[in-house]
T-cell receptor
């Protein structure tokens, strides 16, 4: 599975949109982009995933560039409870099991 | 709430002992995997089970072993515990499909401290 690069940390003001970038320049056409987050001492929480098109659900939006080499996770109105480590993971379509390769993630701090 | 439950939530063991951690996967999920997360690190894949057989393994020694039962619940066993085994152990489950577009759900983990 392709490697991802994320900034180690980011700050965001409460109520503002949080835009978390991820670089996956070596991604291949059969690889999904997944986002998880982990709040301190809890298990990773699934947020969203996509292949080519932008995706939106009740938690967030995922914007994937046309060349698929990078993506941005958008939390539209960040709250203090969104403070967590966010992981961007690339996963092959051939990987139908549960193996995910976690990198360092981005530690998002939402401030009042 | 992911429907993946793990027990125990916390435990303390002595170096050299053996430990068994348990996981009940989300209803209908046929694939379960285990991860180890040391303090300050991201989760590391240990192995996964599909239809009661090990179906993929990360870079962990044989003293890490597991089982999957017919109801898809699972156990992680670690023998000859070492101090470095102290970590959060996470269970994840999914319904295996034809490709990886399925969602993987994690439990809250079991904190193991080896003294």
């Amino acid at each position: 599975d392709a490697k991802t690069t994320q900034p180690p940390s980011m700050d965001c003001a409460e109520g503002r949109a949080a835009n978390l970038p991820c670089n996956h320049s070596t991604i291949s056409g059969n690889e999904y982009v997944y986002w998880y987050r982990q709040i301190h001492s809890q298990g990773p929480q699934y947020i969203i995933h996509g292949l080519k098109n932008n995706e939106t659900n009740e938690m967030a939006s995922l914007i994937i560039t046309e060349d698929r080499k990078s993506s941005t996770l958008i939390l539209p109105h960040a709250t203090l409870r969104d403070t967590a480590v966010y992981y961007c993971i690339v996963r092959s379509r051939n990987n139908a099991g549960n193996m995910l390769t976690f990198g360092g993630g981005t530690r998002l701090m939402v401030k009042p | 709430e992911t429907g993946v439950t793990q027990s125990p939530t916390h435990l303390i063991k002595t170096r050299g002992q053996q430990v068994t951690l348990r996981c009940s996967s989300q209803s209908g999920h046929n694939t379960v995997s285990w991860y180890q997360q040391a303090l300050g690190q991201g989760p590391q894949f240990i192995f996964q089970y599909y239809r009661e057989e090990e179906n993929g393994r990360g870079n962990f020694p044989p003293r890490f072993s597991g089982l999957q039962f017919p109801n898809y619940s699972s156990e992680l066993n670690v023998n000859a515990l070492e101090l470095d085994d102290s970590a959060l152990y996470l269970c994840a489950s999914s319904l295996r499909g034809v490709d990886s577009g399925n969602t993987i759900y994690f439990g809250e983990g079991s904190w193991l401290t080896v003294v």
